[in-house]
């Protein structure tokens, strides 16, 4: 999609179309509002006095302007943003998607909008533009037929009083993090028959060629040889060899300190049928999307490799196959992982931190003194949170806060749930070091941490529980129903905020 920055002259865009962010109970009676309003008859004031527009985030409505005036654009959307003082930078997304998905239906090609939104113009441009690019993808990639092809493709974006330089910044930023979103969401709606752990391995190496990673796939043997007795485990009923996708980010000139690497940690069930411990039929084909974690470290690292940030970054994908065949592990067995504990597999389902133990546990290996491990962990976190908040806990609270709080410039809601000595002693085993599931019913996100936090010995860690948030089971105005890539912002700020 091309971008382009203007700084005045919002009206005179050479575009199909105009997008204005209009606010609730905002009335057009000065500004650019009001001569908007008189170059359409008088109309938004109309549809806001008949409440047909309340500029509720999410609303929309379109008016053709009459012809022979001065503006160029044929037409007017206007795009609900809520209450002026609740409107941030990150909700420039949301209005950038909701107009772009409109005008796309109606066939419009090209726009320009008008966020009207305080704070860094380049900051203001790079979610105009991820907003827009994000807002195009959909689910229809393996239609023959009756597919949207329908695109926009082109954006202006007018920030008013900014510099060129700075919106330059912006768009490509933002280029790269909606790109960068998408491609996450593409692997995470991939059937699980073409995106097996094989195939997820090829793709991630493909980026990491285009893009200049440095990538590393660790094969069975080697895993084996590394002693990831509980990683392998896993996979051990699947006729899929597992993979662990490496992939690293080196600076030109690197700003961190002496000694400090950030992991990015990402679990990447390709399909999950529970194993032995088999789930239910009804609703079993949404397990393709429990490789979320993952193609959100795969999706980040390549925007990483695009903004080239000053500082190193590591990125580690469990990529492996849940399945109950003859070789499957069974409730019972015991498995030693690569820091040399056991754990006792009481339940082949909680797979998800079996894999992610071995992970954490060889970043932090390869120096890593700041690990984040994102997965679609527990369905028990969608009970607490639903959809609107991925669960986070972790063993620093002081970096907890800091992902919290990028977490909400990014426009992404962060939970803190408990970690305590307690919750770690409900993992205890009888007959090993631990089990891999806690009581029946209780704190089962939480448990799922702490049992992750087992295979962390000195790094700072924060465990993201995305599986409430990594999937949207209705269609939004700003986005398309399925995949969300979800964290791929608060993870590029974190990053961004490290330098």
Request: glycine share 10%; net charge neutral.
């Amino acid at each position: 999609m091309e971008s382009q920055g203007i700084t005045e002259n919002f009206s005179e865009a050479n575009v199909e179309a105009l997008a204005v962010v209009v606010f609730k109970d905002e009335k057009p009676a000065s500004g650019l509002l009001k001569d908007l309003d008189k170059l359409t008859g008088g109309h938004i004031a109309a549809v806001i006095k008949s409440e047909e527009f309340k500029g509720e985030p999410g609303d929309t409505s379109l008016f053709r302007f009459a012809p022979g005036g001065k503006v160029k654009a044929k037409s007017l959307l206007l795009v609900g943003a809520g209450d002026k003082a609740d409107y941030k930078v990150s909700d420039v997304c949301i209005a950038a998607g909701t107009a772009t998905r409109y005008l796309r239906k109606c066939y419009i090609k090209s726009f320009a909008l008008l966020p009207r939104c305080e704070g860094d113009a380049a900051e203001i441009a790079q979610n105009a533009v991820a907003g827009a690019v994000i807002s195009q993808f959909e689910l229809d990639k393996y239609k023959t037929k009756d597919k949207d092809e329908k695109s926009v493709t082109k954006l202006v974006v007018c920030v008013e009083d900014a510099r060129e330089t700075e919106l330059k910044k912006g768009l490509s930023r933002g280029q790269a993090i909606g790109d960068s979103m998408n491609f996450t969401r593409d692997l995470a709606n991939e059937p699980p028959n073409i995106l097996t752990p094989t195939e997820m391995a090829n793709r991630a190496q493909k980026m990491a060629k285009e893009t200049g990673l440095k990538c590393e796939i660790l094969d069975e043997a080697k895993m084996r040889k590394l002693g990831m007795g509980s990683l392998l485990s896993v996979a051990n009923g699947s006729d899929q060899p597992a993979k662990m996708i490496v992939l690293k980010y080196t600076p030109a000139k690197s700003t961190a300190k002496k000694g400090e690497l950030l992991a990015l940690v990402g679990k990447g069930i390709t399909f999950d049928t529970g194993g032995i411990s088999i789930k239910p039929a009804e609703g079993m084909e949404a397990m393709k999307y429990d490789m979320s974690g993952g193609a959100t470290v795969i999706g980040t690292m390549r925007a990483i490799a695009l903004l080239k940030p000053s500082i190193p970054i590591l990125g580690v994908v469990a990529a492996v196959e849940n399945m109950p065949g003859g070789s499957a592990s069974r409730p019972s067995d015991i498995v030693t992982a690569s820091n040399g504990k056991t754990v006792e597999i009481l339940n082949t389902d909680a797979e998800g931190r079996l894999v992610l133990a071995d992970a954490v546990a060889y970043a932090e290996n390869q120096g890593a003194t700041r690990i984040v491990d994102m997965a679609t962990l527990t369905g028990a976190v969608i009970i607490a949170l639903g959809d609107q908040n991925t669960g986070i806990m972790g063993n620093d609270q002081a970096f907890v806060d800091e992902i919290i709080e990028y977490g909400k410039e990014a426009g992404e809601g962060f939970w803190q749930l408990p970690l305590s000595k307690e919750y770690s002693k409900q993992i205890k085993s009888d007959i090993a070091d631990i089990k891999n599931i806690g009581p029946r019913g209780k704190a089962g996100t939480i448990m799922g941490a702490v049992f992750i936090q087992e295979f962390i010995d000195k790094a700072k860690w924060a465990h993201l529980d995305i599986a409430g948030t990594a999937w949207f089971d209705t269609v939004r105005p700003h986005q398309a129903k399925g995949p969300t890539g979800v964290a791929v912002r608060t993870l590029l700020t974190l990053v961004e905020r490290s330098q």
